[in-house]
């Protein structure tokens, strides 16, 4: 799943990315509401973390602004602001839950996991299936025809978005965005290496294989007969 992490204080942004980069999620930052804004309109995110005190308006506005522009999401503020006016502006501005600084990471990871698992029940389901492979997106565990598969974080990621786009072949570009983040580097040959180490577990052990190479295009999970 892809987040977006909107927070000016640079110290705060990089552990925010790192720690959720750990358990698996793909971050961007975005320093400002505009570049936010931005970069809502152009990646597809699962949930948005937006700190109200930004340098050029306000969080409140931005996520007014994200709404409009067609974010439907949920969207998890972060504010120093702790009075009940503040908590309601900002969820009658479209903020789905409030988050007052100074926070842990545990309480902040907790309430994500519940935004998205709210977003899972309501617009689809926390359990996806193809073929004989299940995987269960809220206790992160895969199983093949019943047996369990222990994936690394970044390899349950990559599992997670070949099933969620099944037989639609999926270039690297399109990879990178949603499994890692907008710094990627698209001439690393990382993707391969995760593809080939996934598919020692996901495909290797069994005799059908669902995870294949597009010539030129990319990678898709697809049953072949």
Same mark, same amino acid.
């Given at each position: ?28 930052? !975005? ?31 931005? !996520? ?17 602001? !702790? ?143």
């Amino acid at each position: 799943m892809r987040i977006l992490a909107v927070e000016d204080q640079v110290k705060m942004a990089a552990f925010l990315r790192q720690g959720l980069m750990e358990v698996g999620y793909a971050v961007d930052v !975005a320093e400002s509401g505009l570049s936010a804004e931005a970069l809502a309109a152009e990646n597809d995110y699962d949930l948005i973390i937006l700190d109200v005190m930004l340098p050029d308006q306000n969080g409140i506005d931005t !996520a007014r602004h994200i709404r409009r522009d067609g974010f439907t999401g949920p969207i998890l503020m972060l504010t120093a602001l !702790a009075t009940t006016k503040d908590k309601v502006n900002g969820l009658d501005a479209g903020a789905d839950d409030y988050l007052t600084k100074p926070y842990s990471f545990d309480e902040l990871l907790a309430r994500v996991r519940a935004l998205l698992r709210r977003k899972s029940s309501t617009g689809g389901n926390s359990i996806l299936n193809y073929a004989d492979l299940e995987l269960d997106l809220i206790h992160r565990k895969v199983k093949r025809s019943g047996t369990d598969i222990s994936l690394t974080t970044k390899e349950f990621s990559l599992l997670e978005y070949l099933m969620r786009n099944p037989e639609r072949p999926l270039g690297r570009v399109s990879i990178a965005e949603h499994v890692w983040d907008v710094h990627f580097d698209s001439d690393s040959n990382v993707i391969d290496v995760y593809i080939n180490l996934l598919r020692k577990k996901v495909d290797t052990p069994f005799s059908k294989k669902l995870i294949h190479t597009v010539v030129g295009v990319g990678y898709v999970l697809k049953e072949t007969v």
